[in-house]
């Protein structure tokens, strides 16, 4: 296990990576901020200097997603989609993903679990709000080339980011 800043890293798995965070906001916000493109928008970029042009999100079992992200400065343009394939509403989403240009093998599945924490967790709208992301890439070799990429820092800035966004809406 490896705890940086802000993130709890582990490795159920050679070929898993969960990465846990809590954010202080309800799970519903949390929750939101997943399933929703005009907040997607907001704080899904990564690094400083990107934006997201395109970001549909059909927030259903089945549906699917799509994220077109652009560098302002460069143009450089990053794409990734794929399909939801479990949606438990403030509780659970299953989602494949794949880059147009992969940077990794294969494709990944991110389960991401929202969950009450401190000390409203018995409330549906507690205080705060664990989000559990589990990523399962085809193999061993598709996790370690995707964390040599720095994803790890780059989720835990992108995390940073979402807490901010989370303290401005209701």
């Not at 980011?161 to 401005?168: D, K, Q, V």
Request: aromatic content about 12%.
């Amino acid at each position: 296990m490896t705890t940086s800043r802000t993130l709890t890293i582990t490795y159920p798995s050679p070929s898993e990576l969960r990465i846990e965070r809590t954010f202080d906001a309800p799970r519903r916000l949390v929750w939101e901020a997943h399933t929703r493109p005009e907040y997607l928008r907001q704080w899904l970029l990564g690094y400083d200097g990107w934006s997201m042009p395109v970001c549909e999100f059909d927030a259903r079992e089945g549906g699917s997603y799509r994220y077109e992200w652009l560098k302002d400065e460069t143009g450089e343009r990053m794409g990734m989609s794929g399909t939801i394939l479990q949606f438990s509403p403030i509780e659970r989403m299953v989602a494949n993903e794949r880059f147009d240009d992969p940077w990794y093998p294969g494709e990944c599945v991110n389960t991401s679990e929202f969950a009450d924490a401190g000390e409203f967790a018995e409330s549906s709208d507690g205080a705060q709000t664990t989000l559990t992301v589990t990523s399962r890439f085809e193999s061993e070799e598709a996790l370690k080339t995707a964390a040599e990429t720095g994803m790890v820092d780059g989720m835990e800035f992108t995390y940073d980011r979402l807490a901010s966004f989370l303290a401005t809406i209701e």
